[in-house]
């Protein structure tokens, strides 16, 4: 992909609008923070706070904040190279279409950090965005798929929410009291109905989500592989490197080293 541009958290007051009868000569990805108003087909239509829209290269572009409130998104400009956007609409994800996000703190996260990279210009800037690009899409397609699938307000959107917020934040300190306490269940109920839903435990969960945010650090930082340790939510570097090693088969520097 090629990144034209991209913004994080960008916010605008009560008469903020976007007018592009010819569109932006891109493709524009957004992140709805704060409702708005999109005019499609010429016809207005209400886009809740939540939720992601991709505008198709060429498509005109008009969408404005509600009367009398902010506008607050995330936003990228990008072209599709190879067979990038055939591989996106394989995913089910749709252009001109919003799509409901449950969490938007995950993609803004994704979002900042193409930003960080595009303003960085390191090594493996490029790679790396197209990295962050490649995760939103995986994560809006799952959302989609859930969205089909999920009836609002059932256990799994309860037990969900807990799996998002580890994956999110995999540093903390997680523990299955905890995620017992979230979803208003006992211990052994937590722990079945997690399994069966996620087909791994929630402990299983906490430590994949951290080995995974060490790949990440050890992909794109110059932190050592201990500091890499003690920020993915470890007490001690020997823990540490004997779980990514029994997760990933190599150590921490191996991994690193591999590229």
């Not at 936003?75 to 995913?91: I, P």
Request: aromatic share 14%.
């Amino acid at each position: 992909m090629i990144l034209n541009n991209v913004g994080f958290d960008h916010r605008h007051d009560a008469d903020f609008f976007i007018d592009r009868p010819e569109g932006s000569g891109d493709n524009l990805l957004l992140i709805l923070k704060t409702d708005a108003i999109f005019t499609l087909n010429g016809s207005d239509v209400f886009v809740p706070r939540n939720s992601f829209f991709l505008y198709p290269k060429g498509m005109p572009q008009f969408y404005r904040c509600v009367p009398q409130q902010p506008f607050a998104n995330d936003w990228m400009h990008f072209l599709f190279e190879g067979d990038e956007e055939t591989q996106l609409r394989a995913k089910g994800i749709p252009f001109a279409e919003p799509v409901s996000l449950r969490h938007t703190e995950f993609y803004s996260y994704c979002i900042r950090a193409i930003a960080d990279e595009n303003s960085a210009q390191r090594l493996h800037s490029a790679d790396s965005v197209r990295c962050y690009f490649e995760l939103i899409c995986n994560k809006v397609s799952e959302q989609i798929r859930e969205n089909q699938t999920v009836a609002p307000g059932s256990r799994y959107e309860m037990l969900l929410t807990v799996r998002n917020a580890v994956y999110a934040n995999p540093f903390w300190e997680w523990s299955v009291n905890w995620g017992a306490h979230q979803t208003r269940m006992s211990i052994s109920s937590f722990h079945a109905h997690y399994k069966a839903q996620f087909g791994v435990t929630f402990m299983q969960d906490v430590i994949t989500a951290r080995i995974r945010y060490a790949q990440m650090l050890l992909r794109t930082t110059d932190m050592s592989v201990h500091d890499i340790g003690m920020q993915c939510g470890y007490r001690s570097y020997e823990h540490f490197a004997r779980q990514f090693k029994r997760e990933c088969g190599v150590s921490p520097g191996a991994f690193r080293a591999n590229g």
